[in-house]
């Protein structure tokens, strides 16, 4: 295959940062633009409570989340009544329970399928009760159920010809008998990890039967699970392993932009088994990316919406975006979030100000070969094939032309390529994989100051 077909087959499983926003409309994403594509957002956990108004969560998201035609997220805890903060989960004191007026603001951002497998999934009885309510406002829903076989049912949703399926899991939780699904008690799907490297190969073995399950009826298997994050106190009792959120022996507390190695392992066997994209959540940060055989994943993506009490610094988050066509994904690209003063979810320009700053974050916990060299806007991931094996080419820092009508060399893991144009910079310009799209001076908002400025600076591996 010639160089210039194999970069056109490039498009394959992209994974791109470039977008640009206005107002408070619809972002204005970058790269090609085709009606008959299936677009799939993902936005990072969702809790929405103590709001005249809950729809006004996504106020600044509503736009970007309607003109999607799927939109996927964590529910992070049970739409049920709260009955106060040191009894709604007696293991993690002072969280509390959203309550079923989320299910209004999901409706109104087209929520149409969510994932409730993870730590706040409590009690039985509640799981039930937010399972019902989602049925009875048509939302989707995978990762519990009434028994260990409809914990690990898929959510699927078809969007013009196209099926995409959903599994999720929970690494955290803190009660076996108030939330894990058994053979015959409601709870959720659970994947366990008791020293934050090695996954139960019971556990395994399971996801891994799932997908294949799943592989055959549908198009396109998103798979996610909720990060261990160290394990909760209560999780494997005396025999927890690996330091937790707070602390391990020494007191250091864990860093949460870090992944675990465990998170690894989860990902790459849920991509091996046939899964196209793999992602997790619940640690209340983001953390990195990583390209691995041609096919994405995001470590954690942060929050989105989220009301939770003692959470209002915790607002790193992404949206993600992979655009399928011939019902393969063809693009993946993500944008940093963040909340405002009124707690409300807002995207950032990834190029400038707090939008860069996170971005830098996220650069830095990367795995793997295949991650960012350059700097925004003058990069992009994109997959190469040929008959005998995928390829991930990262391209290099840019260099650019003093002439915006030349062509940008980059150099790439397979070698280097010209392809014009590949993508080409000017003045408040980028050019990636053929779109091009103005992009701001500076962030749309300031934020305030960051609360998490943790940077990772993990070896690739």
């Not at 937790?244 to 675990?260: C, K, P, T, Y």
């Not at 209002?312 to 003063?341: L, Q, Y």
């Not at 701001?440 to 993990?458: E, I, K, V």
Request: hydrophobic residues 35%; contains cysteine.
């Amino acid at each position: 295959m010639s160089t210039r077909n194999r970069l056109r087959v490039g498009v394959l499983s992209a994974l791109a940062i470039a977008a640009v926003v206005s107002a408070d409309g619809a972002w204005k994403w970058s790269g090609p633009r085709n009606d008959k594509a299936v677009s799939l957002l993902i936005v990072g956990d969702i809790d929405i409570q103590r709001r005249a108004d809950p729809t006004t969560a996504f106020a600044h998201l509503r736009d970007t989340m309607n003109a999607a035609d799927v939109v996927y997220a964590n529910l992070e805890g049970v739409l049920v009544k709260p009955q106060g903060p040191e009894i709604d989960i007696p293991d993690k004191r002072g969280w509390r329970h959203p309550g079923p007026e989320g299910v209004i603001a999901l409706k109104s951002a087209n929520v149409k399928v969510v994932g409730v497998a993870n730590n706040v999934a409590y009690d039985r009885a509640n799981i039930m009760q937010t399972i019902t309510l989602l049925d009875a406002n048509g939302i989707a829903h995978t990762g519990g159920g009434a028994n260990i076989e409809a914990a690990h049912e898929p959510a699927i949703v078809e969007r013009k010809g196209v099926k995409i399926g959903f599994l999720q899991y929970t690494a955290r939780w803190y009660q076996d008998d108030e939330q894990l699904a058994t053979a015959t008690e409601p709870g959720v799907a659970k994947i366990a990890s008791r020293d934050g490297v090695t996954i139960d190969q019971g556990d395994l073995d399971r996801v891994r039967a799932d997908i294949r399950k799943l592989r055959s009826k549908v198009d396109i298997v998103v798979v996610s699970h909720h990060n261990r994050d160290g394990a909760t106190a209560t999780q494997f009792g005396s025999r927890a392993g690996g330091a937790g959120r707070a602390g391990g022996a020494g007191g250091a507390r864990r860093d949460n932009h870090v992944s675990e190695e465990y998170q690894k392992l989860f990902a790459r066997a849920a991509l091996d088994t046939g899964a196209d994209l793999v992602y997790g959540h619940g640690t209340h940060t983001v953390q990195g990316v990583e390209v691995y055989k041609g096919k994405p994943i995001l470590y954690a993506v942060g929050h989105s919406a989220f009301d939770q009490p003692g959470y209002e610094n915790s607002k790193d988050g992404m949206v993600v975006r992979a655009v399928i066509e011939g019902k393969k994904i063809r693009r993946v690209s993500f944008v940093p979030v963040t909340r405002d003063e009124k707690n409300d979810v807002f995207m950032l320009d990834p190029s400038s100000g707090e939008g860069a700053k996170l971005l830098d974050v996220i650069k830095g916990c990367h795995y793997g070969r295949h991650t960012w060299r350059g700097d925004f806007p003058c990069h992009a991931f994109e997959s190469t094939t040929s008959r005998s094996r995928s390829t991930v080419s990262a391209p290099a820092r840019a260099k650019v032309s003093k002439h915006p009508s030349d062509t940008l060399e980059c150099g790439s893991t397979s070698g280097s390529f010209r392809r014009k144009p590949f993508a080409r910079c000017k003045a408040n310009r980028v050019e990636v994989l053929g779109s091009i799209t103005p992009s701001p001076a500076n962030g749309r908002r300031a934020s305030g100051p960051r609360t998490s400025s943790s940077r990772c600076r993990r070896s690739a591996t």
